[in-house]
């Protein structure tokens, strides 16, 4: 069983940064790919950035050149580093791992990132 536990969400001012963690335990298998998504209140879940097994990375167009998706060396841990921080960029912020093989996904349980002054 994969457990991701996300952390390093909260409460920022606007203009503000965050760096949001994902780590990965249990029988992970080999991972295609890792992201994050990010779900504001009343809208469907959203890609934010993901990095494949090879390092290319993703983002939604909202957030380029403000967020950086990055990964450990073990590539049992995502990061999200989350600069210039915008009020509609307030969500609850998921971690995913694609499976390889099988394409399965796993998500965490989310963390909140509230941006307000």
């Known amino acids: 069983q994969v457990q991701l536990v996300e952390s390093g969400g909260g409460l920022v001012q606007p203009g503000g940064s965050l760096r949001l963690s994902c780590a990965a335990s249990?029988?992970?298998?080999?991972?295609?790919?890792m992201g994050w998504y990010g779900q504001a209140p009343g809208k469907q879940r959203e890609l934010v950035a993901t990095i494949t097994n090879d390092g290319i990375t993703n983002y939604a167009d909202s957030v380029k050149g403000r967020f950086t998706i990055s990964r450990d060396s073990t590539k049992r841990t995502v990061y999200l580093q989350m600069n210039s921080l915008k009020p509609e960029d307030t969500a609850v912020y998921y971690c995913?791992?694609?499976?390889?093989?099988?394409?399965?996904?796993?998500w965490g349980q989310g963390t909140q990132v509230t941006v307000s002054s």
């Open positions: 995913n791992f694609r499976a390889m093989v099988t394409r399965k996904d796993y």
């Open positions: 249990g029988s992970i298998p080999a991972i295609n790919a």
